[in-house]
C-alpha cells in the first residue's frame, strides 16, 4: 500500500463554507413591480418575456424599485435585453424560476449571444431563492450544433450565455442558482464594481463551453462564498481585468480557475492584481491555471494563488505558454509576459502531474514563487507523471516542496532575464 502523506489538519484551506441563509430583505418602503401584475402567466409555458420588460420599464424609472419573479411559478423568457441606465438601487428580485427556450431553434438568430443581457446598468442587484435554467442540452449534442449551424449559417461556437452584463458598474449578484446555459452562465464584460456573493452554478462535466463565471475588460471584481460546477473553467478571468478578488469558492467539476487563454491572433492582453485564495477544487482538470496564445503579446503581473485545497485534481498548478485548442499550433516567438506569480499552501492530490510550468522559450516567466507546495498522487493506481515539469521559469522556491521536484523547478534570475520579461510586457500594458 502506498503511504500516503500526513498534512497537519491546521495546513488545510477549509473547503466553500455552506451557503448563507437568505433573508429576502429589500427597503420595506420599496416599490414591487411583480410580473404578475404585468401580464406574465407563470406557467412555464406561456411566452413572458414582454410581461418581464414592461416590469422592468417601469420599475426603470422608480429610486428603490424592486421587479419581483415571485415564487411557485415558471416564466418561460426568450432572449432579451433589460437595459438602463436606470434609476439607483433598482433590484431584481428572483424567487421563482426563469427558464430560456428549451429548443435551440426557438432561439431567434438576435439571441445568440446571450439569453438574459443587462446593458448599462449602475447600482444594481439580483438576488432571490429562485434559479435560471438556460435549459442549454439542446446546444451541446451534435444534433442542436447541425440545426443551428443550418439554420442560421452562423459559428457553431457561438452558444447564447445566461447572464451577461455589458458595460455596468456597481453590481451585485447574490443567492440565486444559475444551472445548464448553452455556453457560460454568467459573464461580465467593460464592467466594473462587481461583487458575486452566495451562489450556485450547475451543469454537467460534459456539457462544453460552459465557464461559471467569465470576466472580460472588467476591473474591481470580489466573487466569494459561492459553488460552482460546470464543463469549463469555474471562473475565467479574460484581457483587461484588474484587481479581482476571487475567495472560500468550492469548484468542481470543472477546468479550475484559470487566466487566459490570452493573447489569441496576435492580440494584446493585460492582466493584473489578481488574487485567488481559499478555494476547494474536486476532480477537476486543472487547479490554478494561466495559459496565453503562442505570438501575443502584453502582461500578466501580480497574481496570487493561496490556500488551494486540490483533492483528485488532474494539474494542481499550470503556466502554459504554449496554449492550443487544436491537434496542431504553429510556433510563434513573441508572447504574452507572466511575472510576479505567487503560489503559496497549494495542497491535496493530483492525478496526472503535480505541477506544469511551461514558459514560452524567448519570453520567461519571472519573479515566480512556490511556497509550501504539497503534492501526492491520488491513488494507489496512479499513472501519471510524479515529477514537475519545468521550462524557462524564474523564481524562488521555499519548504515545504512535495514532490521534491518541485525544489529544482526554478532558475535563479539575472538582469538580463528581467529585462526581456519588461520589454515585451511595457510597450502593450498600462504601468
Request: proline share 6%; hydrophobic share 35%.
Amino acid at each position: 500500500m502506498a503511504t500516503m502523506l500526513q498534512i497537519p489538519a491546521e495546513n488545510i484551506p477549509a473547503p466553500a463554507p455552506a451557503p448563507l441563509p437568505y433573508h429576502g430583505s429589500y427597503p420595506a418602503r420599496s416599490i414591487i413591480f411583480d410580473v404578475l401584475s404585468f401580464g406574465a402567466k407563470g406557467d412555464g409555458v406561456s411566452d413572458d418575456s414582454k410581461a418581464l420588460l414592461a416590469a422592468w420599464k417601469a420599475a426603470c424609472k422608480v429610486s428603490g424599485a424592486v421587479v419581483e419573479i415571485p415564487a411557485k411559478f415558471e416564466f418561460l423568457i426568450k432572449p432579451i435585453t433589460l437595459q438602463g441606465p436606470c434609476m439607483p438601487h433598482l433590484v431584481l428580485e428572483i424567487d421563482g424560476i426563469l427558464l430560456a427556450p428549451p429548443q435551440a431553434g426557438a432561439w431567434p438568430k438576435s439571441g445568440l449571444f446571450q439569453w438574459l443581457n443587462f446593458k448599462w446598468v449602475h447600482d444594481f442587484t439580483i438576488q432571490g431563492t429562485g434559479k435560471l435554467d438556460g435549459q442549454g442540452s439542446a446546444w451541446w449534442g451534435p444534433s442542436g450544433v447541425y440545426y443551428i449551424q443550418k439554420r442560421f449559417k452562423h459559428n457553431p461556437d457561438m452558444k447564447p450565455t445566461a447572464l451577461r452584463f455589458y458595460d455596468s458598474h456597481n453590481v451585485t449578484v447574490r443567492d440565486i442558482k444559475i444551472m445548464n446555459s448553452p455556453q457560460c452562465h454568467l459573464k461580465f464584460d467593460s464592467s466594473s464594481g462587481i461583487e458575486v456573493n452566495n451562489i450556485t452554478i450547475n451543469s454537467p462535466e460534459s456539457s462544453p463551453n460552459t465557464d461559471g463565471i467569465h470576466l472580460q475588460n472588467t476591473k474591481d471584481v470580489e466573487i466569494q462564498h459561492s459553488n460552482i460546477g460546470c464543463g469549463d473553467d469555474c471562473v475565467s478571468i479574460q484581457t483587461g481585468c484588474s484587481n479581482i478578488h476571487v475567495h472560500h469558492i468550492s469548484c468542481g467539476p470543472g477546468h479550475g480557475i484559470s487566466l487566459g487563454g490570452l493573447g489569441k491572433d496576435k492580440s494584446a492582453a493585460c492582466v493584473s492584481d489578481i488574487v485567488v485564495e481559499k478555494i476547494s477544487l474536486q476532480n477537476t482538470l486543472s487547479g490554478v491555471r494561466i495559459k496565453t496564445w503562442q505570438g501575443g503579446v502584453g502582461s500578466v503581473k501580480n497574481v496570487t494563488f493561496s490556500n488551494i485545497e486540490v483533492s483528485d485534481v488532474k494539474y494542481p498548478v499550470i503556466i502554459d505558454q504554449f496554449y492550443c485548442d487544436k491537434k496542431i499550433c504553429k510556433n510563434q516567438t513573441d508572447a504574452v509576459a507572466i511575472s510576479g506569480v505567487k503560489y503559496d499552501r497549494i495542497i491535496g492530490s493530483y492525478s496526472v502531474q503535480p505541477l506544469h510550468l511551461a514558459c514560452s522559450n524567448d519570453v520567461p516567466c519571472t519573479d515566480v514563487d512556490l511556497i509550501d507546495i504539497q503534492l501526492k498522487p491520488s491513488s494507489d493506481g496512479f499513472r501519471g507523471f510524479r515529477q514537475a515539469l519545468c521550462w524557462n521559469s524564474y523564481g524562488k522556491s521555499q519548504a515545504p516542496l512535495l514532490p521534491s521536484s518541485i525544489d529544482y523547478c526554478l532558475r535563479s534570475e539575472s538582469g538580463s532575464v528581467k529585462r526581456i520579461a519588461r520589454s515585451h510586457a511595457e510597450h502593450s500594458c498600462p504601468s
